[in-house]
């Protein structure tokens, strides 16, 4: 049994969580450059404070699998033998659209959106939550809503199109996160087949 707790027992003190597991998937080099230049570009025309994450965060998560004290290797084991049965075809992903989320007033993520180009993401993470779910693994939220952060800003920007970042998605990754350090380590990646 893996601790998920963020109050371990009793009158014990709180603790903050210290590991994540989540799955998600990650832009190419070229396309992360890509989305790291509209981003600062972005941030020039809405006048945001923050800075842009970094290329290499950026992604779009699928499923969380769990918070944790320490990362567990049971846990690591359990999500890797669940997205290794996941079948999903290679597709091509699109967003279209930026727009910020509600958060704390001094940290709403601005994020990528999208439309139509968003159809093979939501296939894949049905596809995952059902194995995960039949594995007993992760919690499952009822509303996905798929989005690439480029930021967290200091102000609420409305909805609005941007030119199009797309790149065809070959594989998904278990992250693990090392929360408050602002760095993700790739554990594992589950290739996807056929044609996109």
């Known amino acids: 049994m893996f601790v998920h707790s963020s109050y371990a027992g009793g009158s014990a003190p709180y603790r903050q969580f210290t590991d994540r597991l989540f ?46 004290f320490a990362l567990p290797q ?28 509600r958060g704390r007033p001094d940290s709403r993520p601005f994020v990528l959106r999208g439309d139509d180009g968003i159809v093979g ?20 939220a009822g509303h996905y809503t798929p989005h690439l952060t480029l930021m967290y800003g200091d102000r609420l920007v409305a909805d609005q199109p941007v030119d199009p970042v797309d790149w065809i998605v070959r594989e998904f990754v278990l992250v693990h996160s090392l929360l408050g350090r602002s760095r993700y380590v790739r554990l594992a990646s589950f290739p996807l087949g056929g044609q996109a």
Request: charged share 20%; with cysteine.
């Open 74 to 101: 049971e846990a690591v084991a359990a999500a890797c033998a669940t997205a290794s049965t996941v079948a999903a075809p290679r597709f091509k992903v699109a967003f279209n659209g930026a727009e910020s989320f």
């Open 121 to 140: 993401l939501l296939m894949l993470q049905q596809a995952l939550g059902a194995v995960m779910e039949e594995a007993g693994l992760g919690h499952h």
């Open 23 to 68: 799955f998600a998937i990650f832009p190419d080099a070229g396309t992360a450059g890509r989305i790291a230049r509209l981003a600062w570009e972005l941030r020039l025309r809405h006048g945001f404070r923050s800075r842009p994450l970094a290329p290499e965060r950026f992604h779009v998560s699928l499923h969380h699998v769990g918070d944790y």
